[in-house]
């Protein structure tokens, strides 16, 4: 179960409605299931449909997660036209079987924000603990 608090889930659902209309995307940082810190990135795709992490960014949130104590645990990004479930591009470009892979789905009124994990090419939802 990944644990998430609300003000970052807040956070990363700001994000992916200011990334409009393109897709959002950032990075998680914590230790063992629990997110502390979030950090938004650039979509260097530039695309509705695809998300690339700016290396610069990535590389700006490692370091910061490394200065606090916290280890990159995570990557988040948006759809803006689907569902919040892992597309095959997803799969196929996770880079860490370790990693929580969390979606925004903004195709409906509300955002839903749902987390998975993604190992050899299955994606397997976990749930999303989001405490005040």
Same mark, same amino acid.
């Given at each position: 179960m990944l644990s998430l608090p609300m003000r970052l889930w807040e956070r990363v659902v700001a994000h992916c409605l200011d990334g409009l209309p393109l897709e959002a995307c950032g990075m998680l940082a914590g230790q063992?299931?629990?997110?502390? #810190?979030?950090?938004p @990135?650039?979509? *260097? @795709?530039?695309?509705? /449909?695809i998300y690339t992490v700016e290396?610069? !960014?990535?590389?700006?949130? !490692? /370091?910061? *997660? #490394?200065a606090a104590g916290l280890s990159l645990m995570g990557v988040w990004h948006s759809h803006t036209h689907?569902? *919040?479930?892992?597309?095959?591009? !997803?799969?196929?470009?996770? &880079?860490? &079987?370790?990693w929580h892979y969390v979606l925004v789905s903004l195709s409906d009124v509300e &955002?839903?924000?749902?987390s998975y994990r993604i190992?050899?090419?299955?994606? #397997? #939802?976990e749930p999303v603990f989001t405490p005040a």
């Open positions: 063992g299931e629990q997110v502390l #810190e979030v950090y @990135a650039t979509n *260097a @795709a530039r695309s509705a /449909r290396p610069l !960014d990535l590389l700006r949130a !490692d /370091r910061a *997660a #490394e689907t569902s *919040a479930y892992p597309s095959p591009t !997803d799969i196929e470009q996770a &880079p860490d &079987p370790g &955002p839903v924000l749902r190992v050899d090419g299955r994606a #397997e #939802e």
